[in-house]
């Protein structure tokens, strides 16, 4: 099994930072892509926020682009994301994503962390 764990969550004002932590565990052979999505409150989607390949290619979601950093650090089995310049509607739970192959079938498959919140008011 594998567990993903997001941290760093929390209340800030417009205009704020947060940094988000996402930890991978468990049977790893390797990870391929690493994304964070997002659901508002009141939305049954998840939005994409970011992803990240193991040679640091990203994409951004057009809503976080210029103002959110997605990074990785492959030997600690983990992403990050940097948000700057938050918007109250930047307001949701954040969730960490990973296409992980198994140490023990060789198989991939996507996991979902647990989710962090985020709320951004005055």
């Known amino acids: 099994q594998v567990q993903l764990v997001e941290s760093g969550g929390g209340l800030v004002q417009p205009g704020g930072s947060l940094r988000l932590s996402c930890a991978a565990s468990?049977?790893?052979?390797?990870?391929?892509?690493m994304g964070w999505y997002r659901q508002a409150p009141g939305k049954q989607q998840r939005e994409l926020v970011a992803?990240?390949?193991?040679?640091?290619?990203?994409n951004y979601g057009n809503s976080v682009a210029g103002r959110f950093t997605v990074s990785r650090d492959n030997a600690k089995n983990s992403a990050y994301l940097q948000m700057n310049n938050l918007k109250p509607e930047d307001t949701a739970v954040y969730y960490c994503?990973?296409?992980?192959?198994?140490?023990?079938?060789?198989?991939?498959?996507?996991?979902w962390g647990q989710g962090t919140q985020v709320t951004v008011s005055s």
């Open positions: 992803t990240i390949t193991p040679s640091d290619r990203v």
């Open positions: 468990g049977n790893i052979f390797s990870i391929n892509i």
């Open positions: 994503n990973a296409l992980v192959r198994s140490s023990t079938t060789q198989n991939y498959r996507y996991y």
